[in-house]
C-alpha cells in the first residue's frame, strides 16, 4: 500500500507537486500567449502615467520627519506636501491611509482587518 510510512506519503505528496507543477506551467504560458493576457507588461509599457503618479506618490514619505511617519499627518499638511512635491492626488489608498494616520494607526488598523476577515471566514 502506499500509506504504509509517512516518507512514502511525503515522497507521493512530492511527485504529485512536480507533476502539477510540470503541467500546469506550460498551460498557463499557453493562455498568456494565446490570448493576449499580458499585452501591457509584454509591450514594455509598464510605466505608464497612472504608474508614474502612484510612484510620484511615494516622494511625500521624504519630506515628512520620523515622527509625521510614526504618528500621522493632519489633513491641511498632507495638502502641503502634495503642493511641494507637485502632486494632484494619491491614487493608492494605503499611501493617503499611511499618511493620515502614521505607522502605529497603520498597524493597528491592518491587525484589526485581519482579527475580522479570520473571525469570519
Known sequence: MFFSSKNHIVSITKIRFVLFMSLSIPVICYFIFKFNLGDRLFSQKLLDDSALVRISSLTLFLNTDFLSILFGLSEEKIELLMYKAQILIIENFWINYFLR?????????????????????
Open 101 to 121: 494616520y502614521g505607522l502605529i494607526g497603520f498597524i493597528l488598523f491592518n491587525n484589526w482587518v485581519l482579527h475580522v476577515v479570520k473571525t469570519n471566514i
